[in-house]
């Protein structure tokens, strides 16, 4: 089956980080995009970071300098570092693999940023 299975989220206080882990099966892990998405309470979807299968990466400019986005090219895990977390980053957290028109969602994982 092709699947993303995402991992690593919970309750942590302001300053603090997660390591989001996003693990991939099924299909050729290395020919595809990797993006974080999240949705925090009451408002829409938006893409935090992507890394292209060369490499290169980009982030919404609220998480710049805070988070971390990584692709394991020996394996088939793409990651996302979040270091001094606010509580605006409360969310639920989505990982997405795209190709051109072809496109696999994980499951969400929820981050709560809170004292």
């Known amino acids: 089956d092709v699947q993303l299975q995402a991992s690593g989220g919970g309750l942590v206080q302001p300053g603090g980080s997660l390591r989001l882990s996003c693990a991939a099966s099924g299909f050729r892990f290395s020919s595809y995009a990797m993006s974080w998405l999240r949705q925090a309470p009451g408002k829409g979807l938006e893409t935090v970071a992507d890394i292209m299968n060369d490499g290169r990466t980009a982030y919404v400019d609220s998480v710049k300098g805070r988070f971390t986005i990584s692709r394991d090219k020996s394996g088939n895990t793409s990651y996302l570092q979040m270091n001094s977390l606010m509580p605006e980053d409360t969310a639920v957290y989505y990982c997405?693999?795209?190709?051109?028109?072809?496109?696999?969602w994980g499951q969400g994982t929820l981050v709560t940023v809170s004292s």
């Open positions: 997405r693999a795209s190709q051109g028109y072809r496109i696999v």
